[in-house]
Each structure stands twice: as C-alpha cells, then as structure tokens.
C-alpha cells in the first residue's frame, strides 16, 4: 500500500488569507513567512491517495483538489471515500469529471447516509437528469455506507467521531491504515476498531488553545499512543504547527506530514 499526502492544511490552508490580510499578526511561529522557503510549511486542504493492487483510493476531494493532481500527476481514480461533507473535504467533486470519461464508469462515492444526502444537496445539479450540463458533469454513483464494506477485495471499515454537532462524520480503516482527519473525541467502541494499524493518520488542529471541533496537538498525541500504531502522522495542521519547534512534543514514531509526503506500507 502507497500513499501519498495531496493536501495537510486546514480549511483555511497554510499560509491562510488573514495573514496576508493582518501582515502575519496573527502568526505567532512566523511559519507563513516561511512557506516561501520550506515547501512543507505552505498546506492546502486535507486528502490522501491510497494505491494498493493497482487501484486508486481517494480519500477526500478537496478544494485544491485540481493543483494537488497535477503535482502528483494522478492519471485515474477508482473510487472515493468522503469522511464529512465540509466545503475543504468535498469541493473538489466537480473536477471528478475529467476522471469520469470512459464509456460505461460511475466513480463510486461512499460516504455516510449524511454525508451522501449532503453531496446531493449541496451538487444537486450532478444528479438531476435535466440539470445543463455546461462543461461536464462527474459520473459518479453514491454509496451510502452503513458499515464495513467491500472495496476491490478489501474491507473498509468506517469509524464514527465526533466532530462538533455534525452527524456521520467518518475516519476509515483499510487494511493496515486509519485516517482520521476530522475529529475532537471518538468512543470507546469506535476506537477499538483502530487497534492493530500499522500506520495512523489523525488530525492535529494546533500547539494549544482548546477547540470545538478538533484535537489539538496534545490531545492528538495523547490519543495516537492509546492506539499505538507502529507510525502515526499528523494532518489537518493550522499555521501554528512548526515543524522544528513542535517536534520536541512528539515520540520517535510520530511526524507531522507535509503535501507531498510518500509513505509505503
């Protein structure tokens, strides 16, 4: 299994538009300013590609999904998975189109029953047989997820979080991995299915200062060590994650990932 990180930002992205606005007022690690030197610390918006037995796993399709496949030169997509209907981790879909050309393909989409009712809503236009079409349409098939399930012979087993008051908000676990992009706190149930993960991406929103819908960096790395995978990444990262600086709070096997980032299982 290969992945790679297309996108480790917030929904704001890293460097976000206030710092340009307030002139990096509000950078108090000035890690906007340099995103002009290291190529780590400039985020868009979170996703990964999962690659096993020749297929292409998206997980998220987000807003800078268009500048993220022509870095990485992502040539098809066989299915994708949405864990919540955020703007940063869907906006994305309508560039599916140009992956959606071959006769007879539906790019099938799992997400929660919410999150598939979300997509219909909020891209009503894909799904209304009369809707104009104007430069393309994505052909995609919703798959509402209500349990594990299978996916080119392996099971995807969907893990519930809390994530404010939004409802059938996901993270997911393939095989040896579990990406958790979203998340302020998970149940005891849910979070017994992440044992055993070799590799476990979890979000990680900033250094301090308590927030509704997110961890933070303590509480991440209090919660990668209750699930012990043999590497954990952190995603989902605001402008005051510092590479340099905030390494000292984490354990050998822990990292903050970066666009780009190539990891093998």
């Not at 690690?29 to 780590?40: G, M, N, Q, T, W």
């Not at 940063?88 to 989409?109: A, C, E, M, N, W």
């Not at 070799?198 to 990668?224: F, G, K, T, W, Y």
């Not at 952190?234 to 000292?248: E, G, L, Q, S």
Request: aromatic share 8%; hydrophobic share 35%.
């Amino acid at each position: 299994m290969k992945i790679i990180f297309l996108g480790t930002g917030t929904s704001h992205g890293v460097p976000p538009l206030d710092c340009m606005i307030e002139e990096h007022i509000r950078c108090k690690k000035d890690v906007c300013r340099l995103s002009a030197d290291d190529p780590r610390h400039a985020r868009t918006r979170s996703s990964i590609l999962v690659e096993w037995d020749g297929k292409n796993i998206l997980i998220d399709v987000s807003l800078d999904f268009r500048q993220q496949a022509l870095r990485e030169r992502i040539k098809r997509i066989d299915a994708l998975l949405i864990t919540h209907c955020h703007a940063d981790h869907i906006g994305g879909l309508p560039d599916l189109r140009s992956y959606t050309r071959q006769k007879d393909f539906q790019l099938p989409v799992y997400g929660s029953q919410e999150s598939v009712d979300a997509l219909r809503r909020t891209f009503g236009y894909m799904f209304d047989p009369d809707a104009f079409a104007g430069g393309g349409i994505p052909n995609i098939k919703l798959c509402a997820v209500t349990g594990p399930f299978d996916l080119f012979g392996k099971t995807v087993v969907p893990v519930t979080v809390v994530h404010a008051d939004l409802k059938g908000c996901f993270g997911y676990c393939l095989g040896p991995l579990v990406y958790i992009p979203d998340m302020k706190s998970i149940d005891e149930e849910e979070l017994k299915k992440c044992s055993g993960a070799e590799v476990l991406i979890l979000n990680c929103l900033r250094d301090e200062r308590e927030h509704i819908s997110h961890m933070i960096l303590p509480q991440a790395v209090a919660l990668a060590r209750r699930i012990g995978p043999k590497q954990c990444y952190f995603i989902h990262m605001c402008h005051d994650i510092h590479y340099k600086i905030d390494k000292k709070h984490l354990d050998p096997w822990m990292e903050f990932s970066y666009d780009g980032l190539q990891i093998n299982i």
